[in-house]
């Protein structure tokens, strides 16, 4: 069993900058694909950005050229660069992962963070 756990979610305002966190309790992270997703309050959960083991990144179009995601093998952890945020990036962060390979898609991955509050004041 792998676990997530997240952190660095807070209260900002729009076009500041926060880092989210995430370290896995796996003895084999450098194999895993790591992806951040998010919810807002009363929508369904959205593709943010995904690293894979080989460290190729993808991108939601909403959080392109503003959020940077990357990977620390040493630290078992992820990281979400968010610059520039926007009201509209508030919402619940999780990230997940998956053997080896990116995805969009939130029933490719098997473990979840409990998720970290980013809430985004205009």
């Known amino acids: 069993q792998v676990q997530l756990v997240e952190s660095g979610g807070g209260l900002v305002q729009a076009g500041d900058s926060l880092r989210l966190s995430c370290t896995s309790s796996s003895r084999t992270f450098r194999n895993y694909a790591m992806a951040w997703f998010r919810q807002p309050s009363g929508k369904e959960q959205e593709f943010v950005a995904a690293?894979?083991?080989?460290?190729?990144?993808d991108y939601a179009d909403s959080v392109k050229g503003r959020f940077t995601i990357s990977r620390d093998n040493t630290k078992n952890t992820v990281y979400l660069q968010m610059n520039n945020l926007k009201p509209e990036d508030t919402a619940v962060y999780y990230c997940?992962?998956?053997?080896?390979?990116?995805?969009?898609?939130?029933?490719?991955?098997?473990?979840w963070g409990q998720g970290t509050q980013v809430t985004v004041s205009s």
């Open positions: 997940a992962a998956r053997w080896i390979g990116n995805s969009r898609d939130p029933h490719e991955y098997d473990y």
């Open positions: 690293i894979s083991w080989t460290a190729n990144t």
